[in-house]
């Protein structure tokens, strides 16, 4: 009776599993793809910022590294492809196993390259400055191999003056006894000195240099009743001269300046009551770097 009575009752299944949880999100597997992705974005930054904050010859000696096109022909170690220094000197990694190495020093220059660079920049100026002075002495030559093809103006080679000062290549039309470039007291140009003028402009219009336009009176006054002096003279001289040039084909914003100096400035410092010092002053502006003092 008490066998049945055991029978009758339910049997209970108990099971018990061990291991691995039964959802993807309880393990820690997606840490470590996480901790792989922001190792590769940190890496993929460095990589940004490493070309962007090196030089090219940086650059050039960091692809030489990696693609080598010559081996080690060095004593120490094995000869041969394969050979190489001993572990022993400065510089050499302490294993074969050790992975290469590049050390770059952001934002300096190779060595030499500065030096290089100033050398350089020095050739290009003095080039510059060379051909500029060979530009200065061809125009020069033009201009009076233009005067003096002309009957009429080949007496007035006396009366133009070309010389080189700080700023520039200066022509100067100036007065002689007897010769002058504008009649007393006006600021119209006589017909020799538009034909000279002409002639200047034909000659420099093929230049790039810009243009300072100056005039000059001596020393005698001049004035009249309603307050027009030598200031108003030499300027409206010049600004003569700026018309003529710009008429032949010289652009406008070639000029630097057009100014009247009045007597300030006399051609001969000694007497500046004498007819030179009344002239039309020309200056080639220097484009060349100036030389280093």
Do not use: C
């Not at 393990?27 to 460095?46: H, N, Q």
């Not at 992975?99 to 080039?127: C, F, H, I, K």
């Not at 810009?210 to 009743?225: R, V």
């Amino acid at each position: 009776m008490a066998e049945g009575a055991l029978s009758n009752k339910p049997v209970v299944i108990v099971k018990r599993v061990t291991g691995g949880h039964d959802g993807g999100h309880h393990g820690g597997s997606w840490k470590i793809a996480y901790a792989d992705f922001v190792t590769a974005m940190m890496a993929f930054f460095l990589l940004l910022w490493l070309i962007t904050a090196t030089t090219e010859e940086q650059k050039r000696g960091i692809a030489e590294y990696f693609t080598p096109s010559a081996y080690s022909t060095s004593a120490a170690g094995t000869s041969g492809i394969i050979g190489g220094s001993g572990i022993t000197e400065r510089g050499q990694a302490d294993s074969n196993s050790s992975a290469p190495r590049v050390v770059v020093t952001v934002g300096q220059p190779p060595p030499g390259a500065a030096e290089e660079d100033t050398a350089d920049a020095e050739a290009l100026e003095e080039l510059q400055r060379q051909q500029e002075e060979e530009a200065f002495a061809a125009a020069e030559e033009a201009i009076r191999e233009a005067t003096e093809a002309n009957p009429q103006l080949e007496e007035l080679n006396d009366q133009i003056l070309i010389d080189m000062t700080d700023e520039g290549q200066r022509i100067q039309l100036i007065d002689h006894d007897g010769e002058a470039m504008f009649d007393s007291g006006s600021a119209e140009p006589l017909a020799t000195t538009r034909q000279v003028l002409t002639k200047i402009a034909e000659v420099v219009k093929t230049m790039p240099n810009k243009l300072i336009i100056t005039g000059h009176t001596d020393a005698n006054a001049f004035a009249s009743e309603d307050g027009y002096t030598n200031w108003e003279l030499s300027a409206d001289r010049a600004n003569a001269a700026r018309r003529i040039l710009v008429g032949t084909g010289i652009r406008s914003d070639r000029l630097a300046e057009v100014k009247g100096k009045a007597d300030t400035e006399p051609l001969v410092v000694a007497d500046p009551f004498l007819p030179e010092n009344r002239r039309i002053s020309i200056v080639l502006k220097r484009e060349a770097p100036a030389v280093p003092e």
